[in-house]
Structure formats: C-alpha cells, structure tokens
C-alpha cells in the first residue's frame, strides 16, 4: 500500500499546496498570503459572510510513489464565476465566426470564416485554447487570447 501525506489544496486555483503537518497558526498564515497575492478579492466575493481562509482550501491525499494528489472528497465540477465567463466568452467566440456580419441580396450573409480562407479560422483556434484554458484553471491565459481575438478582429483584411 503507497503512503499519503495529507495537505490542503486551494479550492480557486487547484495548484497551491500546504501541509497539513505544519501547525495550524502557520498554515492559516500561509493559507491567508496565498489568497491575498493570487486572489485578492477573495473576501469580498462573500459578502455577508464571514468567511475563513481555511474555508477555501479543501484536504487532499498527496501520494508519494506516483506524486499524483489523490482528492478525499468527491470530485465535483464546481462552477463558478470564473469559469462560466470562460466557458461563455469561448463559445461566443466560436459561434461569432460563423454568423453574419452582412447580408446582402444578391450576395449573400459574408461571415467572418470566408470558408476557411479567413481570419476567423485564427478566432476558432483561439476560441478552442480559450475553452482549453478555462477547463485547466488557467484563467490569466485567456487575457491573451482574448486580446489575441481582438487584435485579429480590428486589423482583419477584409
């Protein structure tokens, strides 16, 4: 049977880890300093609640011959803001390349793919990475992909 060491691993971000060894005056510390520099408006996403930094970590099992943690909890996609703004600015990205920025008469509806010739086959890429990003946690990423998106958008040759 492989040994566990447990720890406590942050419930937003899903990468900071911390003992559960060390006491729990530290712990708190570090739990506390983690959320102020990489969440910085973690207290005020509850108002009215009085809400711990404890309360934003949850305890995994880190397993020491394949280093993979091992969650104690039940694995539940939790969806919260950050994720359903990802997953919708992606979609709309997606579906924006395929509909109509004129139709005329005898034209036609002229999207934005041009049947594959277009910038918009860049936006569907980015709009994949953006969805890719947002399912990983990595939400800085999607400062870049979406301004990638709004570059290719303003400066597009037709």
Not at 72 to 91: H, M, N, Q, Y
Not at 101 to 111: A, E, K, Q, Y
Not at 115 to 128: E, K, M, Q, R, T
Request: proline share 3%.
């Amino acid at each position: 049977m492989a040994s566990t060491k447990s720890s406590y691993q942050c419930i937003r971000c899903n990468s900071f880890l911390i003992s559960a060894s060390m006491p729990p005056e530290e712990r708190e510390r570090e739990m506390s300093k983690h959320l102020e520099a990489a969440h910085a408006y973690w207290q005020m996403e509850n108002l009215g609640e009085l809400c711990a930094a404890r309360n934003q970590f949850k305890e995994v099992g880190f397993d020491i011959l394949t280093h993979a943690p091992t969650t104690t909890e039940s694995l539940v996609l939790d969806f919260d803001r950050k994720r359903l703004l990802g997953f919708a600015g992606a979609t709309l990205l997606f579906i924006g390349v395929f509909t109509p920025i004129i139709s005329l008469p005898f034209v036609g509806g002229v999207n934005y793919f041009h049947n594959g010739s277009g910038d918009g086959v860049i936006v569907l890429f980015l709009a994949c990475i953006s969805f890719l990003l947002t399912l990983t946690n990595r939400f800085r990423g999607l400062w870049f992909t979406g301004g990638a998106s709004l570059a290719v958008m303003l400066f597009s040759r037709r």
